[in-house]
């Protein structure tokens, strides 16, 4: 059953909290703080529940286009080889076996050397990924 609504204390609400479309930090920060006001309330009025509807739906709106216009941060080469070895559950023995010896490969795990072109194309093959993620 859906609550009715008093549109003269949903009124008295909406210019209480005046919510809007999110486009600032600033902004972002006051409706969370409403958010959070709202949700304390533990016996909320329909009207409230309304309103904290409404500001919820804008803050996500903004974080969602937040995490669309942040990029990724870039990964090393480094960091790369770990999580697909982690991944694909892999030791440096396995790599070993392809890429030359142990101690070689213990280098470029623990950072300590590059990876070459060669090599990158090696990892490229045994990952199927660009070998440009290693280099």
Do not use: C, W
């Not at 009025?45 to 216009?69: C, F, G, Q």
């Not at 480094?78 to 076996?97: P, V």
């Amino acid at each position: 059953m859906i609550p009715v609504i008093d549109k003269a204390a949903y009124s008295q609400l909406l210019v209480k909290f005046q919510p809007k479309v999110i486009e600032t930090e600033e902004e972002y920060n006051s409706s969370y703080q409403v958010l959070l006001e709202l949700m304390a309330r533990g016996d909320r009025t329909p009207e409230e529940t309304a309103v904290l509807k409404l500001i919820t739906s804008l803050v996500k709106d903004y974080e969602r286009k937040l995490e669309k216009l942040e990029p990724p941060e870039p990964v090393s080469p480094h960091e790369m080889l770990l999580h697909l070895m982690e991944e694909n559950n892999l030791r440096q023995a396995d790599l070993a076996r392809r890429l030359g010896s142990s101690g070689v490969v213990s280098e470029i795990v623990n950072g300590k050397r590059s990876i070459s072109k060669s090599q990158a194309k090696t990892l490229g093959e045994i990952f199927q990924v660009s070998p440009g993620l290693f280099i």
